[in-house]
């Protein structure tokens, strides 16, 4: 019986600046978004029914039923296309949720991709309201693993010029930060966008240009879980890194470094001084 593989990288927001409100309560973003080389790994083999198992380290607190986002996409596709088939889906659980780093949508959105070819089926577009439905971050990681501009609710996808060759350190501290309290706590909800990235940047040029964007979820996140700042502060006070910041609405932090040689003596270096800490080291997909 045929069986589909795939990785669900992690999402990192490399800036993120909450420009309005919507009536409705959703915030308006501007977002530099990539995607990095570690990863959830997952696969499905049809079956009579929907089911998943989740194991790997972060599984605890993961869902096995119906709530479980990769779940909830592969019914969504199911009724989309007609299909009557089910799927066995295993998830072997690398990234940590809760995290900032979008791990469920990736999972959520590779499930999806997984599916269409498991079934036979054409996969459903960025865009579908079914798709935006799931969340805010699932149309991004349906759309591309490679740098966009996320904007709106996330639902408007813009491509950008290439970034220079670069790599990341990602670094969680052991804390869950809740995304309510954290967009509850802007100073302002109408900050101004992000700079467009110009074309034909070299590595320092995109680290001024980065250094001069933001993440407004920052400073109220750093409130709810003080440790985040503790991360930022560590990563700041290595030379090899050129910028730290934190991704999403927390806990995951990034420092930015030349290449993946410095990226894995970087993450050694913070590893070994905080061994609670998650580190990884990780390429720009």
């Known amino acids: 019986m045929a069986t589909i593989k795939a990785s669900a990288p992690a999402k990192v927001n490399l800036t993120l600046h909450v420009t309005g409100q919507r009536d409705d309560g959703y915030h308006l973003l501007d977002s530099l978004v990539v995607f990095a080389g570690v990863a959830d790994q997952l696969s499905a083999t049809i079956a009579s029914d929907l089911r998943i198992s989740v194991t790997g380290p972060f ?3 993961v869902p096995t039923d119906h709530t479980n986002l990769m ?11 007609g299909v009557t088939k089910g799927a066995s889906l295993t998830l072997e659980k690398h990234l940590p949720h809760a995290a900032g780093i979008g791990s469920g949508s990736s999972d959520a959105a590779t499930t999806l991709a ?7 089926v054409a996969p459903l577009p ?3 309201p079914e798709v935006v439905a799931l969340g805010a971050d699932v149309p991004v990681c349906v759309s591309s693993p490679h740098p966009l501009r996320m904007s709106g609710i996330g639902d408007v996808l813009s491509p950008v010029a290439e970034l220079p060759s670069c790599a990341l350190v990602l670094v969680r501290p052991p804390v869950e930060v809740p995304t309510g309290p954290v967009f509850q706590g802007l100073a302002t909800k109408q900050g101004s966008p992000m700079m467009p990235l110009p074309a034909a940047l070299d590595y320092d040029g995109f680290v001024r240009w980065l250094l001069a964007q933001r993440n407004d979820l920052q400073a109220p996140a750093e409130t709810i879980a003080p440790q985040i700042s503790e991360a930022i502060a560590k990563l700041r006070s290595l030379p090899a890194v050129s910028v730290a910041g934190m991704s999403g609405s927390g806990a995951t932090c990034f420092g930015l470094v030349k290449d993946m040689a410095t990226a894995r003596q970087v993450a050694r270096i913070v ?6 800490w998650w580190v990884a080291p990780a390429e720009l997909l």
């Open 59 to 61: 599984s605890i607190g």
């Open 71 to 81: 779940m909830r996409a592969a019914e969504v596709l199911r009724a989309a296309r």
């Open 114 to 120: 997984m599916l269409a070819e498991l079934w036979g």
């Open 126 to 128: 960025a865009m579908t």
């Open 271 to 276: 590893q070994v001084a905080k061994m609670d």
